[in-house]
């Protein structure tokens, strides 16, 4: 199947500071990109649909200025999470389809990230 | 709108014994649905979709889910369980995004 790489996989940050989280089809083209937070416990939380070339759509509630998305590649998208607090701890997980598969193809997720803040 | 529901937060099985873990599904249009596992600290593994066609599908690892179209469900299920198979199983619909259910935990004794 497709790979999806996510990284880091585990990073831990001083509350204030900035952090970069990638996403990249390892061998295939991704026009589009799904970006996930998951809490403890919790169901996946669809955070933006990242597409290549345009602004990221962001879901009801999530702050783009806060979590900025970049996708300036077909295999490259990018989560930034900007003043990052404690409360942005969480688990963050990436996702991408085969391009012209819609929405009959399956999702290829990373591992994803675990952001803790202190 | 288009959601899926989970209505088991835990399942607990014995090894060697069937399980099912339980998933029904709302949506206007045809219903493209899938199954995914969750290892703790892991990201997701896709297990088996519904498109169109036969209603039983096969997935990977040996599970299978149903489709019901009167009943509006999609149960996972697997005829002899394995320890392995403890983790987190996530129901999803598609259309233009993928929205999931909950989550079941599934718990395959020894």
């Known amino acids: 199947g497709a790979v999806v790489s996510q990284h880091p996989s585990r990073v831990i940050c001083k509350s204030g500071t900035s952090v970069k989280i990638e996403c990249r089809s390892l061998?295939?083209?991704?026009?589009?990109m799904f970006w996930y937070r998951q809490f403890p416990k919790q169901s996946l939380m669809l955070m933006a649909t990242?597409?290549?070339?345009?602004?990221?759509?962001?879901e009801q509630g999530v702050e783009k200025d806060k979590f900025l998305i970049n996708h300036a590649s077909l295999t490259l998208s990018t989560l930034t999470v900007t003043s990052a607090h404690p409360e942005d701890s969480s688990f963050y997980i990436c996702?991408?389809?085969?391009?012209?598969?819609?929405?009959?193809?399956?999702?290829?997720f990373g591992e994803g990230s675990r952001l803790t803040v202190l | 709108a288009q959601s899926v529901a989970q209505p088991e937060d835990q399942v607990n099985v014995a090894e060697g014994n069937p399980l099912t873990v339980k998933c029904t599904y709302s949506?206007?249009?045809?219903?493209?649905l899938f199954w995914y596992v969750q290892y703790p600290n892991r990201g997701l593994q896709f297990l088996l979709k519904?498109?169109?066609?036969?209603?039983l599908v096969k997935g990977s690892y040996g599970f299978e889910a149903e489709f019901n179209k009167s009943q509006t469900s999609f149960h996972l299920k697997k005829p002899s369980a394995l320890v392995s198979d403890s983790a987190l199983y996530f129901c999803?619909?598609?259309?233009?995004?993928?929205?999931f259910g909950t989550g079941t935990r599934l718990q395959v004794f020894p």
């Open positions: 996702s991408a389809s085969v391009s012209g598969t819609s929405y009959t193809g399956e999702l290829f």
């Open positions: 061998d295939f083209q991704a026009t589009t």
């Open positions: 990242s597409n290549e070339g345009s602004k990221a759509t962001y």
């Open positions: 949506v206007s249009g045809n219903p493209y």
């Open positions: 519904y498109i169109t066609g036969d209603n």
């Open positions: 999803a619909v598609r259309g233009d995004k993928l929205i």
